[in-house]
């Protein structure tokens, strides 16, 4: 299987506090897809600004630590694309 990208848009975003690597980090685990960024919280993948409003993480002393995953949406093109190949 391969798999090939490219760069549909670019835009500035502020580092969000979520992925500042100097943080403190609890162990409460927090999952990624790996492949868009997104975050899940409860049962719904969102965009990092929208994961650090819902988990209220400015609130917090320490942060949730990240682990990787696919996101559903991710998932499901990862299979469009093996069906094809
Ligand atoms: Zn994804």
């Known amino acids: 299987m391969e798999f090939h990208t490219r760069t549909l848009l ?16 609890s162990d409460e685990l927090l999952r990624s897809c790996g492949w868009c960024k997104k975050f899940l919280v409860g049962d719904e993948w969102v965009e990092v600004e929208e994961a650090v409003q819902r988990l209220r993480l400015f609130q917090r002393r320490r942060l949730p630590s990240i682990t990787h995953g696919i996101c559903d ?13």
């Open 73 to 85: 949406g991710c998932y499901e093109k990862m299979n469009e694309v093996a069906a094809r190949a």
């Open 10 to 25: 670019e835009e500035e975003r502020p580092t969000p506090i979520l992925l500042d690597a100097d943080v403190g980090r």
